[in-house]
């Protein structure tokens, strides 16, 4: 018998109609001779119609609070696909995630998880019930208190209860048919992948692709789970994300597997810092006190006529939430660390093209900046890693160059790729 752990996303079960469909893909699993552990997202929209919930009661929710109402959506949908299980005449048992055994630390709003006990979860699947689990959530042993995983940290809880438990597979539905060369919603010539290694994953993950939560990939990595990527409403067997230890010994890695883009992330230019050694540990001691994660960096060659006076700029891109507390901490910081002007712009957009085979093929990024040039696209910024190449433009041309460098490598498809539900909220 195998085990399975199944994961659906938050328009997969929408709505009462999609909680039944999902019920009897569940039923239909086991039936076919399988242990099956399910793991949940909140219904539809519901995290984030919480979370302007509590906006609306308060400009500065506490996050212990925030988490106790975020985690309330994932107990929704649990308790609802039970009651659908056990309506169609299966067994099924919901568990938060507390009761499930996840623990993790106590960072409420983006916690780690630590340890998983599911005891609770093997004795259900003992006495032959489909254990429903909510996503999302942990416990504190110390604080004792609910902390929830990051926003889509569903697909987190599901890989890490398929470790715990050893399961055969983790499966993870949303509403598309797997990992494509490219958001479908965006691109929708992008083209489904059968397979993908884990490091193209995890690199689009990072790039903003939002098909799977960046941890709950590392935590297949590190675990080697059999992670699969498939959609609620068909039968396509969708994408597995494979590493030497899950099958993919034989796979030729493909030169580029995928386009992200990434609206979330703002840009800082530090302009005029005198240039001395010490002044970039100095700004980014500063923006880690602020408690940002940055990601792209560019320092400009320096300028200026003598050496006591040349002065150069530092740019890098954080996430949008986080810019006004850099911004403040920078400020407050300008006498230290003597630069000219901040100058900071929200409206860009990030596009990553990710491949492992990048590695060992050249003119990877002369096809890429041969596809701006022909969109006459600007570029503002470049940042490269082993296997992937990121580029920042003005926000209102991101698209466009997405589409300009998914035609340029060839990843365009025929066939218009299928989006069978959700807001993509
Ligand atoms: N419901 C949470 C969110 O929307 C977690 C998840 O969907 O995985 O972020
Ligand atoms: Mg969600």
Do not use: W
């Not at 700029?313 to 939430?321: A, N, Q, V, W, Y």
């Amino acid at each position: 018998m195998a085990l399975i752990v199944q994961k659906f996303g938050g328009s997969s079960v929408g709505d009462a109609t999609k909680i039944k469909h999902v019920a009897k893909r569940v039923i239909e699993t086991q039936k076919a001779g399988n242990q099956v552990v399910v793991v949940v997202s909140a219904m539809g929209d519901t995290t984030d119609e919480l979370m302007d919930l509590a906006n609306q009661v308060t400009d500065n929710p506490s996050p212990r609070e925030l988490d106790m109402l975020l985690t309330a959506g994932e107990r929704i949908s649990m308790a609802l696909l039970a009651l659908a299980i056990n309506a169609a005449g299966a067994q099924s048992r919901s568990f938060t995630g507390s009761q499930a055994g996840i623990v993790t630390d106590s960072k409420h709003g983006n916690a780690r998880i630590a340890e998983v006990t599911p005891d609770r979860i093997r004795e259900a699947l003992d006495e032959g019930d489909i254990a429903i689990v909510a996503g999302f959530q942990g416990f504190n042993r110390e604080t004792r208190d609910i902390t929830t995983l990051g926003r889509g940290g569903s697909d987190t809880t599901a890989v890490a209860l398929a470790a715990a438990l050893n399961a055969d597979v983790c499966e993870i539905y949303s509403d598309v048919d797997g990992v494509y060369t490219a958001d479908p919603r965006q691109i929708p010539a992008a083209r489904k992948l059968d397979y993908i290694d884990v490091e193209s994953m995890l690199e689009l993950a990072a790039a903003g692709a939002k098909i799977l939560h960046i941890r709950a990939v590392e935590f297949a990595r590190r675990h080697n789970v059999d992670l699969r990527v498939r959609s609620t409403f068909s039968t396509d067997p969708g994408t597995r994300v494979i590493s030497g230890k899950t099958g993919g010994e034989n796979m030729e890695e493909s030169v580029v597997s995928g386009v992200a883009t990434d609206k979330s992330q703002t840009k800082i230019i530090v302009v005029g810092i005198p240039d001395l050694p010490g002044k970039a540990a100095e700004v980014f001691n500063v923006v880690a006190e602020a408690g940002a994660n940055i990601d792209m960096i560019v320092q400009n060659t320096a300028t200026g006529v003598d050496v006591d006076d040349k002065v150069s700029d530092i740019s890098f891109t954080l996430p949008k939430g986080d810019s006004a507390k850099v911004v403040g901490a920078l400020e407050a910081n300008q006498p230290t660390l003597g630069y000219r002007e901040l100058e900071v712009d929200h409206e860009i957009g990030k596009i990553s093209v990710v491949g492992a085979g990048m590695r060992t093929h050249s003119g990877v990024s002369a096809t890429l900046f041969n596809a701006l040039a022909k969109a006459g696209i600007n570029i503002e910024m470049i940042s490269t890693s082993e296997i992937r190449i990121s580029v920042v433009t003005d926000i209102t041309e991101a698209d466009a160059a997405a589409r300009a460098i998914h035609t340029a490598f060839g990843l365009d498809s025929d066939i218009e790729a299928v989006v069978y539900a959700g807001t993509g909220r």
